[in-house]
């Protein structure tokens, strides 16, 4: 298992709820990055949070809202989203954003898989 | 534009057989390629990482090569076994901190 936790593991819902879906990392990173996976499609990033400031978004719609209290927790709001946003979202890690290099690895969390009826 | 394209999309082996997943990517400039092994069901995890100047890696059955002046990468699994069933995704970055994942290459290893 990676230093990267993810609940809920499955998430279903309707399209006029709001849940929100939450990320820990315990490996001292200051980045963390949400991704999208759908069926086969690479995978899309979302999100990227550098010493908890947002720094990318990736043109997602205003119905997905991230939230980065603290280095260590991401999270992911969800409210009215329609079927297609049925996928698997993913959270990720790394030691830092914006300096290439192999120490800039990102560390995967196990997903969440969220189905949209 | 920044591509990844991995082939072949799926690939079924016999356990104990030895295969040979292919990418090649059009990102520039480049900074290094990652190939990542995800299980079904959870998150990538990182099998090798290259820079430019490596030719190839290894962690344990898994060899990765680096062509950067064909911009190709080869992922090779010897002795496969029943566990390497899995997807397994090239992703590259470029000098600008991007990243840029292929579509991945999904493996079925029987036994």
């Known amino acids: 298992e990676t230093g990267v936790t993810q609940t809920p593991r499955h998430l279903v819902m309707g399209m006029t709820n709001k849940k929100s879906l939450k990320c820990e990392q315990h490996?001292?990173?200051?980045?963390m990055y949400w991704y999208k996976q759908s069926a086969k499609k690479p995978l899309e990033l979302m999100f990227v949070y550098s010493l908890e400031e947002r720094v990318e978004n990736n043109s997602v719609p205003s119905r997905f809202s991230p939230e980065c209290p603290n280095s260590s927790h991401l999270f992911l709001h969800l409210h009215t989203l329609q079927p297609e946003d049925s996928a698997l979202y993913l959270c990720?890690?790394?030691?830092?954003?914006?300096?290439?290099?192999?120490?800039?690895?990102?560390?995967f969390g196990p997903g969440t898989r969220l189905t949209v009826l | 534009k920044n591509q990844v394209e991995q082939s072949p999309q799926s690939l079924i082996i016999l356990e104990g057989k030895n295969c040979t997943l292919q990418c090649n990517y059009t990102v520039s400039p480049f900074s290094n390629l990652r190939w990542y092994k995800q299980d079904t069901g959870r998150g990538p995890v990182s099998l090798t990482i290259m820079t430019f100047s490596e030719n190839t890696k290894s962690n344990g059955r898994y060899t990765a090569t680096l062509d950067a002046d064909t911009k190709q990468s080869s992922l090779h699994i010897t002795a496969s076994q029943l566990s390497d069933s899995a997807s397994y995704i090239c992703v590259v970055l470029n000098a600008g901190n991007m990243l840029t994942f292929g579509g991945g290459t999904r493996l079925m290893v029987k036994p």
């Open positions: 490996l001292g990173h200051n980045a």
């Open positions: 990720a890690s790394s030691r830092d954003f914006g300096l290439a290099g192999t120490y800039n690895e990102q560390f």
